[in-house]
Structure formats: C-alpha cells, structure tokens
C-alpha cells in the first residue's frame, strides 16, 4: 500500500495521502486549516495535532498513534514558542504510516472558529439559590469542639439573618475551622438555599445548607452557565446580585473529533469500549478551560463563583455528568436520568471548590435540558398565542407552546447547517462568509464576511475585511435562497444550467451546473448542486420535526416563530421562509433571539422558584 486515508476533524475533509508524508503535508494537500507560523521547521509549535483513537464506523477507519511515526529526538527536543500538549504531536514532523483520524484543536487552526452567543436576558428576576451570611463568633460563645463550632454557626446565622441552616457535615467542619479558629473570629458563609424554598411555606421549607466559607467579608457572588452543544461549547459567568453577565467565553466542543453528530459518538461509544470516558474526559476538560478564561478576563476568583448550571441535549447531558449514553443510541431512547440534577462543580471535576451544580430536566430521550432551558428564556409556556422556539444546530430542538398545552422533538438535522458537507463549506470564523444578496437581474453578487461590517461591493471592504476562506451556515442558507429568488435555483434544487446564458457565474459542472458565489483569484467559492442537496436534507429533516410538532398540536395557526442556536440566531428570517426552514408566517412574525439555551440556563442562576 503505498497511500493512507487521512480523515481531519472537525472539518471532515478526508483523502489518500502518500504513505510517510508528514501531517503538515497532508492537511496543505487537502486544504485543511492547519496553522505553521515556522514554516514546518519544528520551531513555533502551532501544527501540534491529536490522534483520534478507535474504530469510527461514519468513515470506515480504525485509527490509533501507531498510524504516525515515533516522535524522533527533534520532535522530543524541539524548544517550540508554544510548548507541545499532551499527547499532541507535531504535525511538522509526525509522518503518516497507515489509515488515521487527525483532530486539528481551535489552537492550531489558523482561521479559529469564533462563537457568538451572547445572551439576551430581559425581565430579569433575580432570587439565586446561594446566599452569603457574614457571621461573626466571639471567646464566649465556643470552645474547643468542632461540633459546638458548627451549631454555634446555625445559632449565629438564624439569629443574624433569619435563615434556618442544617447543622454542617464533618466533612466541612476542616474548611470552617480554618476561618473561624482562633477566636474571636469573623467569616462568610455560604450557603445553599433549595430550589423552590421561596414557594413553600415555613412548616414545609427544608433548611439551608452551609456549603463553604470566605474569611473575613465579602458580598461578592457569582455564577456560570454553560451551553454544551453537540458543535459549540458557551459559558457566560454571571454577578449573582446585579444581574450582570461579566464575561463570556465558547469553544468548539472537543467531542467533534469522535463524530461530527451525536449518533456518530453513540457509535464510537459502542465500538470502542470506555470511549464514554473519553468522551467525558474531554468535555469536562472544555468546560474547566472555560472557566479559567471567564474568571481571568473577569479579573474575578474561583472562590467566588458559587453556582454552576450546565445544559445540553440529553447526550451532552449524559456525558458531562458521566452517565453511559448509548441506550440513547437505539429505540426507546432510555435516559439514565430524566429529572434535576442537583449536586457540586467538584462532584463532576469542574475546579470551582465552593459551587454547587444543578443539571435542569430531559424532556425525553432525545429532548433535553437546553430545551427545557431554551423553554424558559423565551417563555413559550406563558405565551398567550401558538409560539413555536427552533433551536437549529448539528442537532435541532423544536417546542411548541399553545394554550392548551406543550410539544417538543428533535431532529438529527446534521452538520450542514454547520457548514460541514458543504464544498467550500466551513465553521464560522473570521473570512467566512456569512450574508449574500444575488441581483435578480444581472445574477451579481455581494457577501459580506465575519470579520468585517462592509459589503463587498463597498469600498472599505477590500481595506477591512479578512481573506474570504470559504462560506459558514447562513451563508449557504442566504446563497441558496438568494438563488432560488433570482430564478438560478428550481423549486426542486435543480441549478438550472440555462441560467449561463444570464451570467458567466453559472458554470457547467459534470453533469450539472454550479454557480461562483466568490473568486479573487485566491479563494473560490462555488455553489454546488451536491451543495443544494445537502441543504435540502437538512431542512427535510427540520421540517419533519416542525410538521410532526405542529400535527400532534392539532396544526395551530403560529404567527410567533423564534429561531434560536449559532445557527438560527444569524439566519436572516426571510430566507428561512423563503427556503420553508419554518412553516409560513409574517416575516415581522419570524425573528432571531440568539442562544436561548444559555439565556435560559442563566435564569436558572438567578431563579429559586
């Protein structure tokens, strides 16, 4: 055999390489974004990579490190400006020895994948389940006993601040002698309230519980929210007293280089064994680095943050809480768990030693707590009229609420919508583009790229803009719908070949025709009829569930359409209708509200109810 199949996530781009080539080498050849600011001379260490390890059915390989060359003395010695990760290899000097899966990290991509998902929190209430209690203990009121130590505290905090507290495990009495001793001494405690304790009345309230303590004062309280998707991982650190978002922070989700979807990552789990430990290990990993990056750019402390709410599709659920989710994978879809779950940060391996964690419900095996979330940021129980909420990923969540009562599904709508299977498709980062307009008329084309707030057809793009790359999500979805307005695209998806006799753009292709959105002679981006296809599969899929929703509601008329996620929350609602990605309905009726997930895991922080 003298070539290998290399197969790069999370891209998917894949193809045979000559055996020996240098990882470096294979990803130029098949155009995957793989940074070498040195040139491959092993000296900045940007091309580092990982080895995807175990059989991965989607592609057919079964990989593992043997597939690379040993790290020789160069690769070991090496002084990199950015030092060698673990396990990470160079991809300047790691030769390809057999069939393999090469995960690129955000790190190494030069074009990194920007996450925007900012939140969107109105009419906000803010009662949290954590409080502060400043205590302060006199020489009279102890002695030498730990336990006399914490029912003096209880006895303090109901005398002080009128809270009922639980008298403290041994497990804490270490952590409260070392605020409290010697005497006389002063603290903060926290302390965690139970949900729903402001609705209860005195009789039925289950006392506090004290779950940590701060020397000295301190009134500062803060929580974090996090979004796990199946593609994007959003965390968003929050003041608990204020209502203030201070910091926001993404990642694309490392589970990618296991499968692009979350059928892929059952499979793996069940083709190689302990791959949920992975899968687990890797996520947690994501969602500590996120913590780290909020409390620094914060300038804010982990001692501080007293409260963790985590959200995701009953996958990303089960594996952040280290649940094994393959009965997931097959009919009837069982969740380990379906209700709350309620326990620390420190429990899951998160390193914010004083805050608790709550996981809200699954609504079913494949409708999960970011629905649930998702649900309660946009307020599709109270809605006075049909309100429909599309949460559009690589996964899509779809919630009906009417007067008469709930509807959720899910559809497997696939990564296109991601830009993944899509010919110069790729994630959204700076050079993507992102919006296009197609004169009817002429068939001329304007985009415009994240990275830059000008048109192409403006003079300062050419001075403001990043390199074009390739085409994002809603640029794919605008392009196709621009196209079909502009009579290039069939009702049915067919590019009508014809249309050349308009405009040069549309070029013959095979046996089908193609259309150039972009060439600058350095970057050409063509619509492809496969391109087309993809799109149409994952609206059919969309759809299904839209329509299936919508019949088991007794097809209510919705003229309140939300579309939510990375993807539908930059999705220009018209061309949403226009490709009938959501049932007709006013266009002043369809309208983004961002990542209603984190918005409504985020209430979950300021909410007790």
């Not at 390989?61 to 160069?74: C, F, K, W």
């Not at 280290?322 to 779950?341: E, K």
């Not at 492809?528 to 149409?536: C, G, L, M, P």
């Amino acid at each position: 055999m003298s070539t290998a199949r290399v197969v790069f996530t999370p891209s998917g781009r894949q193809g045979a390489v000559a055996l020996d080539s240098t990882v470096l080498d294979a990803a130029r050849a098949l155009g995957v974004d793989l940074d070498s600011v040195c040139g491959g001379r092993q000296i900045c260490g940007h091309c580092q990579v990982h080895v995807s390890t175990g059989e991965f059915a989607k592609w057919s390989i079964s990989s593992d490190r043997n597939a690379l060359s040993r790290p020789g003395p160069e690769e070991r010695a090496a002084r990199l400006s950015r030092p060698l990760g673990p396990e990470a290899r160079l991809g300047c000097a790691a030769r390809i020895q057999a069939d393999v899966v090469i995960d690129v990290p955000a790190a190494s991509q030069v074009h990194r994948p920007v996450v925007r998902k900012e939140l969107r929190l109105d009419e906000l209430r803010i009662d949290p389940t954590v409080m502060l209690a400043y205590v302060e203990l006199g020489t009279a009121e102890l002695d030498s006993s730990s336990e006399f130590l914490g029912r003096a505290l209880v006895a303090e905090i109901a005398a002080t601040h009128g809270v009922t507290v639980a008298v403290p495990p041994a497990e804490l009495l270490t952590e409260l002698e070392a605020v409290f001793s010697p005497v006389p001494a002063a603290g903060t405690l926290i302390l965690a309230l139970p949900r729903g304790s402001r609705d209860t009345t005195d009789a039925a309230r289950e006392p506090a519980r004290i779950v940590g303590a701060l020397p000295g004062f301190t009134d500062v309280a803060l929580g974090i929210a996090v979004d796990v998707g199946s593609t994007t991982i959003a965390a968003h650190l929050c003041d608990l007293t204020t209502g203030e978002v201070l910091a926001t922070a993404g990642v694309m989700n490392p589970q990618i280089r296991f499968g692009e979807d979350l059928m892929s990552r059952v499979s793996y789990v069940m083709m190689n064994p302990g791959g949920e430990t992975e899968l687990t290990r890797v996520v947690r990993e994501a969602i500590n680095d996120l913590v780290t990056e909020l409390i620094a750019h914060s300038d804010s402390d982990a001692d501080h943050v007293l409260d963790l709410v985590v959200v995701g599709n009953p996958i990303m659920h089960h594996l952040v809480l280290g649940l094994d989710p393959t009965p997931l994978g097959v009919a009837p879809f069982t969740l380990a768990v379906d209700g709350a779950v309620t326990t620390t940060a420190a429990a899951i391996g998160i390193q914010l030693p004083h805050a608790g964690l709550y996981c809200p419900p699954c609504i079913a095996g494949h409708v999960g707590a970011d629905a649930a979330a998702a649900l309660l940021a946009e307020g599709v129980d109270r809605a006075p009229t049909p309100r429909l909420l599309v949460d559009i990923g690589t996964n899509a969540e779809i919630v009906l609420g009417t007067p008469d009562g709930i509807w959720a599904a899910s559809s497997p709508t696939g990564p296109a919508f991601e830009g993944a299977q899509i010919s110069a498709g790729q994630r959204a980062t700076a050079g993507a583009i992102e919006r296009v307009r197609v004169d009817p008329d002429t068939l001329a084309t304007k985009v415009k790229v994240i990275g830059c707030d000008h048109w192409s057809d403006e003079p300062a793009f050419d001075e403001d803009a990043p390199a074009v790359t390739g085409i994002c999500g809603s640029g794919i979805v605008e392009a196709i719908a621009e196209l079909f307005l502009a009579g290039v695209i069939h009702a049915d998806g067919t590019i009508d070949g014809a249309a050349a006799a308009r405009s040069d753009r549309v070029v013959a292709e095979g046996r089908t025709a193609a259309y150039v959105l972009h060439d600058d002679g350095h970057m050409r981006v063509v619509i492809t009829q496969n391109d087309v296809r993809a799109i149409q599969l994952a609206k059919a899929a969309l759809r299904a569930g839209i329509d299936l929703v919508l019949e088991e509601a007794g097809n209510p008329d919705v003229a309140d359409v939300r579309l939510a996620g990375a993807f539908g929350a930059h999705i220009d609602p018209l061309h949403a209708l226009v490709l009938g990605l959501v049932p007709d309905a006013p266009v002043a009726a369809v309208r983004a509200v961002g990542n209603a997930a984190g918005a409504g895991a985020a209430r979950l922080l300021f909410s007790n109810a």
